[in-house]
């Protein structure tokens, strides 16, 4: 899939704990697993928003195109 998600980078980058952040988002740990993984066919906007609003990203930060699949 060209669509690679980088929230683990970010997550390591700033010292987040995944199950810090999916309290603070407000979604499973099961589920930020699932998206970091890439194993999911969508995420919310409202999701995602929080997401960049706790690590101070940009969505571009979290999900990346990569043209030829990754």
Do not use: W
Request: some cysteine; overall charge positive.
């Amino acid at each position: 899939m060209p669509i690679v998600v980088k929230l683990d980078v970010l997550l390591a980058d700033r010292k987040v704990k995944s199950k810090d952040l999916a309290r603070q988002v407000g979604i499973t740990e099961a589920n930020l697993s699932l998206l970091k993984q890439g194993h999911v066919k969508g995420v919310r906007f409202e999701t995602l928003e929080k997401i960049c609003e706790h690590l101070g990203c940009q969505p571009g930060d979290i999900l990346v195109y990569e043209a030829g699949g990754g």
